[in-house]
């Protein structure tokens, strides 16, 4: 079975550029997330899908920072315009259903020059 | 005060030794206990899931929660130089996990 996967592994942009993540989760999990870890800090959550829908965004810095699962499939995040504070790596993970028991993928390291 | 709390090492022990990593939280509402190890530019691979208190074992690991006192531990019994990387706790709260800040482990040949 394949695991979660990320496109693409390493995005160098300037600030001002837009980037687009991708995540592809397990087959068969309808739960979703991205989490983020910046330079010293922790991972931290940004949101949580069920399906297409947004379960949580609590997560989300700003409003430069946008997420979306199309069919309950594939998710993308999309950061514009893109900030030097921006910079770190960004995992996507899936859960099949109820709690605990995420799959994160290798990430993808956005840096912001 | 950050919700969860880790030592971040490094850590270094010889090859074959017990390893103990542990992790605080101060939210009485975590429920689910999770260990994730990390390695160099990978993403975190799950290791152990425990819910509420209790012991877990796992071939040479063993997950502890003792929510009385809001500690969590990871025991690797005979830890071999592979199981260098980091060890990341991390807790469930309503569906998002909170993670620490993760030990660097080194295990030494």
């Known amino acids: 079975e394949a695991g979660v996967t990320q496109f693409p592994s390493h995005s160098v942009i300037e600030k001002g550029q837009t980037v687009t993540l991708r995540c592809d989760p397990i087959s068969g999990h309808d739960n979703l997330y991205w989490y983020r870890r910046v330079m010293g800090k922790e991972i931290k959550f940004l949101l949580h899908f069920v399906k297409e829908s947004k379960q949580d965004e609590s997560g989300m810095p700003n409003n430069r920072f946008l997420a979306e699962r199309t069919g309950g499939t594939y998710s993308t995040l999309k950061v514009q315009p893109a900030e030097l504070e921006d910079s770190g790596v960004y995992f996507c993970?899936?859960?099949?259903?109820?709690?605990?028991?995420?799959?994160f993928g290798p990430g993808t390291r956005l840096t912001v020059t | 005060q950050k919700e969860v709390e880790q030592d971040p090492g490094p850590l270094s022990v010889p090859e074959g030794a017990i390893v103990s990593l542990n992790c605080t939280y101060s939210?009485?509402?975590?429920?689910?206990f999770m260990w994730y190890r990390q390695y160099s530019r990978k993403g975190p691979e799950l290791l152990m899931y425990?819910?509420?208190?209790g012991n877990k074992e796992d071939g040479r690991f063993t997950a502890q929660v003792d929510k009385s006192s809001k500690y969590i531990s990871l025991f690797i019994r005979d830890s071999q130089p592979s199981d260098s990387a980091t060890y990341l706790c991390?807790?469930?709260?309503?569906?998002?996990?909170?993670f620490g800040s993760g030990t660097r482990l080194l295990v030494r040949p």
């Open positions: 991390a807790m469930d709260s309503s569906y998002k996990l909170i």
């Open positions: 425990t819910y509420s208190s």
């Open positions: 993970a899936s859960m099949y259903s109820g709690l605990g028991e995420q799959y």
């Open positions: 939210n009485s509402a975590f429920q689910y």
